[in-house]
């Protein structure tokens, strides 16, 4: 009787790659200027963002990829954001006192955006055992798009209507509403990441860029710290668990007068999700 044929061994990749959906739970600090009217922005996500009225003020979808082949990688990152912030975490600061102090004013910030990055990584040195512990640091550089919609709003008396610019706002009712409509950029970067494992399954990851340049945005940065513990296998892939902090900050303007946009805001908050390793 002939022995079975040898099964033939698994098709070798060089490349690896890492998918981490993730949850970010960001607050809100600086300012935001549409058609001309500012807002103070400054709102915790805890205390001010998830406590509104409406879900649908408050949404979010994120991403993170990799593709590493040695020292070479490409790095990504998808975020959607959908956040409102409204009484104490946002004042505007440009309308008649008249109107924003008003008994029956109820000011609303909300701001729904698209931030997507792709940059390609270049390993610099590594320092230790891959099975044991073990550091290296990398250098990248690539872009970050981002697509903003934006909308200040006033819930005003008939009384202090007539105080608003009706050539910005859009007067429906007792509300008045002024939107950017749709705003777009992007914005060269460059950064360090270090990764540092403790020992296999045990991984602290922190990064940082600097971007914009007057390219897209005047000034933007970014620092991420992350920390991933390996959970087990699954369906072909090593599962871990992610939680760390994000901090992005972006300072673009365009237009002026009565067509003014501006976004001077950071954002930061933690972050949690999990990552599948193939």
Do not use: C
């Not at 237009?255 to 001077?264: A, E, R």
């Amino acid at each position: 009787m002939k022995a079975p044929p040898p099964s033939a061994a698994p098709a070798y990749s060089p490349w690896r790659f890492d998918i981490t959906p993730y949850a970010w739970m960001p607050s809100l600090n600086g300012s935001s200027t549409i058609k001309g009217h500012t807002a103070d922005v400054d709102a915790s996500f805890f205390g001010d963002i998830i406590h509104r009225k409406i879900p649908k003020e408050l949404f979010g979808l994120m991403t993170a990829f990799e593709a590493r082949n040695d020292r070479f990688a490409i790095i990504g990152d998808f975020t959607y954001l959908l956040l409102g912030a409204s009484k104490g975490g946002a004042r505007s600061t440009s309308l008649d006192p008249r109107v924003t102090l008003g008994v029956s004013a109820n000011f609303d910030a909300t701001v729904k955006m698209i931030i997507t990055e792709l940059a390609g990584a270049y390993e610099l040195v590594r320092w230790g055992s891959p099975a044991g512990s073990a550091t290296s640091l990398d250098v990248y550089a690539g872009g970050r798009l981002w697509w903003q919609e934006a909308e200040a709003s006033l819930d005003v008396s008939a009384a202090l209507q007539v105080l608003l610019p009706r050539r910005t706002f859009t007067i429906n009712g007792t509300r008045a509403v002024a939107s950017s409509g749709d705003v777009t950029w992007v914005d060269p970067l460059v950064g360090l990441r270090l990764r540092h494992q403790f020992m296999p399954g045990q991984e602290l990851t922190l990064s940082g860029d600097v971007g914009g340049f007057g390219v897209g945005s005047e000034f933007s940065w970014q620092a991420v710290g992350a920390y991933r513990f390996h959970i087990g296998q699954a369906w072909g892939a090593a599962w871990s668990g992610m939680l760390g902090y994000r901090a992005l900050y972006a300072d673009y303007s365009k237009g002026s007068g009565d067509t003014l946009y501006q976004f001077d805001m950071l954002q930061h908050g933690p972050i949690a999700g999990l990552s599948a390793r193939f």
